[in-house]
């Protein structure tokens, strides 16, 4: 089938599939946003091809400048004014930032949020965007998250060819470093929390837990730890001596055990030991997130590292998690030293009253256009995201709004194209009646 065919009979085939009352609740300028949007789902899809056939992991710095100027130009045709925000001082390519004035000074503030980068290397045996289905797409950041920032840009396009974004004021900012945040954060992420002192309202197209009946209207943190450990090295024969001791790895796993009976049970607060080298000479490259190491079984292992994250609902629930770690990391066995470093990382978005209107404005828009509603997703099934840099600085932000899918991260990754279709349609009409509140 070819694409432009493909592309048609996707749209019959979804609005078969609706209601005949589907739009029953939408007034005459919702139905005609439903039909432009309708129209513009082959070039969505288009893009999205575009986007995903470009190799634009978070280090390939010359690929996300590529996919920046691909979304950049498309911004820019709807009328945004389009930036390129440098990002050299944190190490990585930078960011994309669209700006939309409304006339009305009291128009109401909006941040889209996406991001240009994926997580595989400049150097990976790289996959394009490929056709499985009907409904089915694959390809390197299809639905984490190519798909979102089309949703993203479809969506202002579809309400500026009808000239409905003249009661809102609208910043795109597509980051180039969400899936490897560049350092310092309080560089990296500076023009988030600038835009989100700005605007309103936040909207995160991440594919949150990948549920179209639900969304992200809270979100854990994230805090990198590294726990590095020194042991007296010796021949096999003498571990558990008085004189020798326990090794570096009995300490570590002692560590890592302990670290698990004590906090496994926490509600919404996980801890996982992602990468683990011992031995007599073990080296870890945090940047590169790789390690190497040299050790033989008859000789007690002197030095062991270990990389993880710590996830929670709130600052205080990191807080609290921080203390009982650094406590167990101190108990050390006998010929052995530990240290537990926290790193800064990204700060839980709290479930907060203005959130849940957010959500129940977007669920209605749903409902509306004879979707299901929508609830909150369940914070555990879902990562960190950006959208936790403008959270606290918003009256309302909500996340998980971008191209449903499967195996994000991974070279299986899917997007089930028939979200597209109906994400778009919800976020222009959410959009559209924010701006008449």
Not at 148 to 163: E, V, W
Not at 356 to 369: F, I, N, Q, T, W
Request: hydrophobic share 40%; proline share 3%.
């Amino acid at each position: 089938m070819s694409f432009l065919k493909f592309s048609h009979a996707l749209i019959l085939t979804l609005a078969s599939t609706l209601p005949l009352t589907s739009h029953a609740a939408l007034d005459k300028n919702e139905r005609e946003i439903v039909k432009q949007v309708d129209k513009n789902i082959p070039q969505a899809l288009k893009e999205i091809e575009q986007a995903v056939n470009i190799n634009s992991g978070s280090l390939n710095i010359e690929g996300v400048k590529k996919v920046g100027a691909l979304t950049s130009e498309q911004l820019k045709a709807i009328g945004f004014k389009v930036e390129w925000l440098d990002g050299s001082a944190f190490n990585r390519a930078g960011h994309v930032l669209a700006t939309h004035e409304s006339k009305n000074p009291d128009a109401i503030k909006i941040l889209m949020i996406g991001h240009l980068d994926t997580v595989f290397a400049k150097n990976d045996n790289f996959t394009t965007y490929k056709q499985l289905d009907a409904y089915t797409a694959s390809g390197p950041g299809v639905a984490d998250m190519k798909g979102g920032n089309t949703i993203i840009i479809t969506a202002l396009k579809s309400l500026q060819a009808l000239n409905f974004l003249e009661n809102v004021s609208i910043k795109v900012l597509l980051t180039g470093d969400e899936e490897s945040s560049g350092r310092p954060l309080s560089l990296s992420k500076q023009a988030i929390v600038d835009a989100a002192i700005w605007a309103d309202v936040a909207l995160g197209y991440e594919n949150g837990d990948n549920n179209i009946k639900t969304a992200m209207a809270a979100r854990r943190g994230y805090t990198g730890w590294t726990l590095n450990v020194t042991a007296n090295a010796a021949h096999s024969s003498q571990i558990f001596s008085e004189s020798v001791g326990y090794g570096a790895i009995y300490e570590a796993s002692r560590i890592l055990n302990d670290f698990r009976e004590q906090l496994a049970t926490q509600p919404n607060l996980t801890f996982n030991p992602g990468l683990i080298v011992g031995g007599t000479n073990a080296d870890y490259d945090s940047a590169n997130s790789s390690a190497t190491a040299f050790g033989k079984s008859n000789v007690i292992a002197q030095t062991v590292h270990v990389a993880g994250d710590l996830r929670a609902l709130s600052p205080k629930q990191v807080e609290s998690a921080k203390r009982v770690m650094l406590q167990i990391v101190a108990k050390n066995l006998d010929g052995s030293k530990a240290e537990l470093i926290f790193e800064d990382g990204y700060p839980p978005m709290a479930l907060t009253d203005g959130n849940k209107k957010l959500l129940e404005l977007y669920s209605d828009a749903s409902h509306d256009l004879g979707f299901n509603k929508i609830v909150a997703a369940n914070p555990r099934n879902a990562g960190a995201a950006d959208i936790s840099f403008a959270a606290n600085h918003v009256d309302m932000a909500l996340d998980g709004l971008g191209l449903m899918g499967s195996g994000a991260h991974t070279k299986n990754e899917t997007a089930d194209l028939t979200s597209l279709d109906k994400n778009i349609k919800k976020t222009a009409l959410l959009i559209y009646r924010l701006g008449k509140l």
